[in-house]
Structures are given as structure tokens and as C-alpha cells.
């Protein structure tokens, strides 16, 4: 059973399987007969392999279930595809608010309203037809917590001032 990236390609009765881990690769094809020493070979042009986007994931930078108020949040999606797929990243279920048209993107100085649900949506084109894949994932963005306030009490009368009650 062949994945879904590999392709059996037939030509001129010789079959071989590709994947797109092959894309641009070069096949060379050799001749060798009884009659001559010289051996004779051809190079094709570099193969062009498409295959439609899959396998989308996303890094959350820094790798935390919770991030505070203030922090920057990175978020990165990669996936796979020949050609290349475009991202689009999108706040809310997928037909929110479009945040960016590229891979990643920042969440500067993070307030509770960035709390949410962040889908990043990939595709690609092959032959007029569009694949796409998407992945979401969820950010909560809490109140930075507070550092306690502490004090030394000390009993009165005990501060190193020095006087006279008479």
C-alpha cells in the first residue's frame, strides 16, 4: 500500500515509486547491451512532485499552559505540501477575525481579552484545485500574579530611637 505522498510513475514500461521527499530529484536512466562497452545513460529533467498540505501543527512559544498578562506569545504552524502552503491565522472558530496571512505571529504585552481559541489555517493549489488542513489550539492568558507583601513588625518601642518620657 503506497502513503498518501508516494506516486508510481510508468513510462516507457519501467515503473518506480516516488515520494515527495523526491521532489527536483533527477532520474537517470542507463543502457547497457553485449554488443557495446560504452555505457549510455540519460538524465530526465528534475521531477516536479505535488502533493496537497498535510500535517499541521502549532509551537507555542514559551511552551506554557498559561501565559500571564504582559507576556509575548509566540505562535508557530508548520506544515507540509508541494507547492508550498500559505497560513492564515484566524482568532476564534474559522469565521472570526483573519489576525495574519503568514507562519507565526506575536501576541505582544498578552491581555485576558487575547484569551482564546487561535486556528491556523494551511492550503495549497495543485491543478486549480485547493487542499487545506487546519489545526487549532487554545490560549489562556491569566492575571499576572501578584508578589505578596511582606514587612517585618517589630514591637513598639523596640525602633533604636533613643528618649527620655519623664
Known sequence: MLSSTSFIIVQ?????????????AI???????????????????PMLIH??????????LPNKTVCHEGDSVKLECKAFGNPNPSYTWIKGNRSNETIVFKDSFVIEHANISDSGFYTCDTSNSIDGKVYTEYLSTYIDIADRPTTPFSATLSPAGSD????NLS
Request: proline share 2%.
Open 51 to 60: 502533493f496537497k498540505v498535510r500535517s499541521p501543527s502549532i509551537a507555542l
Open 27 to 45: 532520474v537517470r536512466c542507463f543502457v547497457e547491451t553485449d554488443v557495446s562497452t560504452v555505457i549510455m545513460y540519460a538524465d530526465s529533467e
Open 12 to 24: 516507457g514500461g519501467l515503473t518506480d515509486l516516488y515520494s515527495g521527499a523526491d521532489n527536483r
Open 160 to 163: 533604636n530611637t533613643k528618649g
